[in-house]
RNA sequence: GACCCCGUAGUUCAGCCGGAUAGAACGCAAGUUUCCUAAACUUGAUGUCGGAGGUUCGAGUCCUCUCGGGGUCGCCA
């Protein structure tokens, strides 16, 4: 924001010079020499105005009025920098306009009037979910949550089915589980079912509840277990995300897109279309006539049965229906293959694909005591979701399955997440908001004064002037991560401002410290509280009054 | 074989729309507390940004090729 102390002066020197209006880019110089903020604007327009780059800059500075009591010295330097330094006194107005903010600190306006659909985990009913499920719900729910900040309307949705193949072998493990309780250990287990310890509890629960009712096997038993186990691993998923603090608002399933008519008009529209055909029994996709690098698949089988791409497609189009105005996808590097797919279907019925953004995160592997812990899905001796949000807590769930960009393989180290202490970077963040909630307390034990119209021009120490600056960026940071949907941003930065302010705290005594110097130190400790409690609430963490 | 992601310090990773001397954490070495939580702070060493070309005032960032790791290529989802 302390850019918008200059913008307008720039973009008046640069009319005065006859150019024409340009969006000017300020940075952070990575070295203090360079000062508060710098612009390359002058070697931008080096070509445009065939002059040196140096010679520009020199130009826009002789044209350049601005407020000397916000900007402190301008320097043309290296290639064709100009380096600006403002005045304390900008960094206090700085201060007095987020100050203002309060509680809305950080929420921006950029996607008011705008609705959002995000759509995460996403998994099917066949089992508890696993880590990988873990690192799609911490993205797409924090995702969610800065669209939210940036003043989109949100809907968090979850599609499953309920329908299909993997279900059918789910109710047929339950089955022979069933089958081994009362005796029959010659009943076969299903090829590729599922081993999990929870299948054996769902047909326990069948046997509670039917004794030995079940014992012939037909298609109505079957459907009872299948029913069982939807609604033991339903419970089973929501149980687990509500221990990460998440909900979500609308479970689509798929299934609907059949009995709703929805499918089939999709299939007339593309025959109608020319965008499929019949060969060998089969329903094609003409993926092919969208995009040349795309092959021809099949959309229904020769047995009637559609395959996963005709609801994929069907269900994608619901959601440019319902009106959205970005659509968000979170998938695993295992469903890549499928984006180009469902984004040429909606591109070939007419809609703007350019809404519907897909992120794409890569595997998790789990290590403990420098070893790689392995997850079979077969064996389903897989290391759950739930045992891990036991064993080191959501918070450290969550940070560390964002902390990292979604596109580089995560590796999850339970050594540290389970150490509570420094080496953990989730109670860096929370150890300054209880610190300063420890601050407060003593404060107003103190003196109950020092709250009221502080005096910011004694902010003037090397620490207090960083922790401000650094305060500053997380409007925009917050913006910026939601543009990019890259979550990690935001984690990076809160270490930031963690670090700049145990340096301030460390440097700059508070307690003790004459009336007006007190008071100014308490107020920068609350904006610094808020900036860490809206950061962490942002990325679903919770801000602790005391570790 | 084709396509997608990744390759940056001993390790795990940041690095915005291409900007100046490539950063952080952990680890390693040395310090800081009669005082607000030492779960903190300060200082130091460590780099072929996988490699080779190219684009330009300027490349970790863009393009081409190449090597290495992971993923995906079904009338499975």
């Known amino acids: 924001m302390m850019h918008t102390f200059i913008e307008s002066s720039f973009q008046q020197a640069l009319d005065a010079m006859g150019i024409e209006h340009q969006t000017i880019a300020f940075e952070r110089p990575k070295v203090a020499e360079h000062g508060h903020m710098s612009t390359n604007i002058a070697m931008v327009l080096a070509k445009q105005l065939k002059k ?77 979910l696993h880590l990988g499920h873990g690192r799609n719900a911490a993205i797409g729910d924090t995702v969610a949550n800065l669209l939210e900040w940036s ?22 493990s339950i089955y022979a589980r069933y089958r081994h309780l009362i005796g029959d250990n010659e009943y076969q287990f299903p090829e590729d079912g599922y081993h999990g310890e929870y299948i054996a509890d769902i047909a326990q629960q069948a ?13 109505d038993h079957i459907e009872i277990c299948k029913k069982l186990g939807e609604e033991w691993c339903f419970s089973s998923i929501l149980e687990t995300l509500k221990k990460m ?61 559609p395959t996963y791409r005709l609801p994929d497609i069907a269900y994608h189009r619901t959601k440019f229906e319902r009106g959205y105005d970005l659509i968000v996808d979170i998938f695993g590097a295992d469903h890549i293959a499928t984006i180009p797919d469902v984004k040429a279907g909606i591109q070939a019925l007419g809609y703007d694909v350019s809404k519907l953004k897909v992120l794409i995160y890569q595997f998790v592997t789990l290590w403990d005591n420098g070893e790689q812990v392995k997850m079979s899905k077969r064996s389903g001796k897989s290391y759950t979701l739930d045992e891990l949000i036991d064993e080191v807590g959501a918070d450290v769930v969550r940070f560390f399955f964002i902390m990292r960009g979604a596109q580089t393989q995560l590796e999850f180290d339970l050594q540290i997440a ?36 502080p005096d910011l021009s004694t902010l003037t120490h090397p620490s207090e002037i960083t922790l401000i600056g650094t305060l500053t960026r997380f409007e925009e940071v917050a913006i910026r991560a939601a543009h990019h949907l890259e979550p990690q941003m935001l984690a990076e930065y809160l270490r930031e401002v963690a670090s700049a302010f145990h340096s301030f705290y460390h440097d700059c005594r508070i307690l003790g410290s004459e009336h007006a110097v007190l008071s100014a130190r308490v107020h920068l400790a609350l904006l610094t509280k808020t900036v860490m409690n809206n950061g962490l609430t942002i990325l679903g963490i919770s801000s602790p009054e005391s570790m």
Request: proline content about 2%; overall charge negative.
């Open 52 to 128: 040196k780059p140096q010679d520009i800059a020199q130009e826009i500075l002789s044209q350049l009025q601005y407020d000397t009591s916000f900007v402190q010295s301008l320097e043309i330097a290296g290639a064709g920098f100009i380096n600006i330094k403002f005045q304390p006194n900008a960094f206090h107005q700085a201060m007095q306009i987020m100050m203002g903010k309060k509680r809305d600190l950080g929420k921006t306006t950029v996607g008011s009037g705008k609705t959002a659909n995000i759509e995460y985990v996403s998994a099917n009913p066949t089992g508890k």
């Open 418 to 453: 389970r150490e509570q202490n420094d080496k953990n970077p989730v109670y860096y963040l929370q150890y300054v908001h209880a610190r300063i909630c420890s601050l407060i307390q003593q404060v107003h034990d103190h003196d109950k004064q020092v709250l009221e119209h």
């Open 207 to 219: 046997l509670d509840l039917h004794g030995k009712q079940l014992a012939v096997e037909n298609q």
């Open 151 to 172: 003043g989109y309307k949100v809907t968090r949705e979850y599609y499953f089915n309920n329908a299909g193949n993997q279900m059918n072998l789910l109710a047929a």
């Open 245 to 305: 603090n998440i909900h979500q608002d609308t479970y689509f399933n798929e299934d609907s897109l059949f009995t709703d008519g929805t499918i089939a008009s999709l299939l007339s529209e593309l025959k109608e279309k020319g965008l499929s055909y019949e060969k060998d029994g089969a329903t094609w996709m003409k993926f092919s006539s969208i995009d040349e690098s795309l092959t021809d698949r099949v959309i229904v089988k020769s047995s009637g049965e």
